[in-house]
């Protein structure tokens, strides 16, 4: 089944406590994006990727990090969580040409205490 | 910066008919999207609009107006599990790249029996 994963699902953390929230895809798509989503925002971009070692930040980088060494995970590293980052994160890939048509994960609920 | 304006509710009731409206800023448009999003879900796409003119999949249909900066999403003989959330998303042309999508921070929708 064509579909992207994340986890966590939920995670409870406290500010300071380094975390990574993984996703990875499996239908070969070269493009992977991580997005926010917070109550009357919509989802805001955060950090994308074009293909493997190319990254780019997204409308709202600040105080994450992302690596893509190999085509199927992008993971979204949070290294000194705050409140701020409270919100619901999703990944999403795509081919790139076209609709781009963004496949997105099941979404992953950060709460940072 | 890229900027996207669409209703935050809309009410309707089953076997209606219902539009919601983007009308967005952006440099270098390359397409308008929808994507629809259930309570706890991750957004699934609707539709992709590049050119002028009305694109149509079964009950959904998306206009876009390049023109006008506008575009809409009509769902025709609404059913109640039409209720959820509507994004539009812009793609846009920025830093040599076609791939970075901004969305609107949605419209939600209520179906009344």
């Known amino acids: 089944e064509a579909q992207v994963t994340q986890n966590p699902r939920y995670l409870i953390t406290v500010t300071g406590k380094k975390l990574t929230v993984t996703c990875s895809q499996n239908m070969n798509h070269e493009y992977m994006s991580w997005y926010r989503q917070d109550p009357g925002l919509g989802l805001r971009q955060i950090y994308y990727?074009?293909?493997?070692?190319?990254?780019d930040k997204g409308d709202v980088p600040e105080g994450y990090k992302v690596s893509r060494k190999e085509k199927r995970n992008f993971p979204l590293i949070l290294e000194s969580p705050s409140p701020n980052q409270t919100s619901l994160y999703f990944c999403?890939?795509?081919?790139?040409?076209?609709?781009?048509?963004?496949?997105f994960g099941p979404g992953t609920r950060l709460t940072v205490l | 910066g890229q900027s996207l304006e669409q209703p935050s509710e809309v009410t309707a009731v089953e076997g209606a008919i219902v539009q919601i409206n983007c009308t967005y800023q952006t440099s270098g448009f390359y397409g308008l999207s929808w994507y629809q999003q259930h309570d706890g879900g991750a957004p699934t796409f609707l539709s992709y609009?590049?050119?002028?003119g009305l694109e149509e999949t079964g009950r959904f249909s998306s206009f876009l107006s390049r023109s006008d900066s506008y575009g809409y999403l009509l769902l025709q003989e609404l059913q109640m599990k039409d209720s959820a959330s509507y994004f539009c998303a812009v793609r846009d042309w920025r830093s040599g790249s076609a791939r970075q999508l901004t969305f609107g921070s949605g419209t939600q929708l209520t179906v009344l029996p």
């Open positions: 609009n590049a050119l002028d």
């Open positions: 999403a890939s795509s081919t790139g040409f076209g609709t781009d048509t963004q496949y």
């Open positions: 990727s074009m293909n493997v070692e190319v990254t």
